[in-house]
């Protein structure tokens, strides 16, 4: 009983933990808007003729902060102010081919057979590989596909399985891109929050 009841704080304490992390992370994009119109106002230019150097911004960052794994980084934080500004669908698809090329690090890790990262014992991961052998290439898709999952596990089993990549990255780039439109398009209304706080 007393197991059940920690059980459920634990369940708890990360459930506020995720909320205060999406509040923190809405509150960034924001700045990051905020700022960025403050700056077009203040030098007179126009922000939308440097899209082409957003959208490169955009795929970095998503890169980069879906290579570190295990470490959260603010990609989505990023997705959200850049399609405030610039174009919702280039950003989306920036961002998601950005993330899912990021995503590779985890399938290599697992191909190489890395323990130092994972341990095999560990459930979550054991719940991967579950996936993996029952759903094959469709359990990277779906988890691709809902935000908050922890991909990197997938990423991980999908290697150790030794899935051909080509596959993995595929099943990738096809749940990542939607998301990143939902993303996007989330990030695009940002403007009508902040509408009062702008000149």
Request: glycine content about 6%; aromatic content about 14%.
């Amino acid at each position: 009983m007393k197991e059940n009841g920690q059980e459920k704080t634990k369940k708890s304490i990360r459930w506020l933990e995720e909320g205060l992390l999406l509040l923190a992370m809405i509150a960034f994009s924001c700045a990051i808007v905020f700022l960025l119109t403050e700056l077009q106002d203040y030098f007179r230019l126009s922000l939308r003729s440097y899209s082409w150097v957003a959208y490169l911004l955009v795929f970095a960052v998503s890169m980069l902060s879906s290579a570190t794994i295990f470490i959260p980084a603010p990609g989505v934080a990023f997705v959200l102010a850049a399609a405030a500004v610039w174009d919702p669908a280039f950003v989306a698809i920036a961002a998601g081919t950005g993330d899912a090329l990021g995503e590779m690090t985890s399938y290599w890790a697992g191909y190489a057979g890395e323990k130092i990262m994972v341990d095999e014992r560990l459930p979550a991961y054991q719940r991967a590989v579950s996936w993996m052998n029952r759903y094959g290439i469709w359990a990277v898709f779906t988890v691709a596909l809902v935000p908050l999952m922890l991909f990197d596990l997938i990423g991980m089993a999908a290697g150790a399985l030794k899935i051909t990549w080509w596959k993995f990255l595929l099943a990738t780039l096809a749940g990542k891109i939607p998301r990143a439109f939902v993303v996007a398009y989330l990030g695009h209304q940002i403007p009508l929050v902040i509408h009062p706080w702008i000149r």
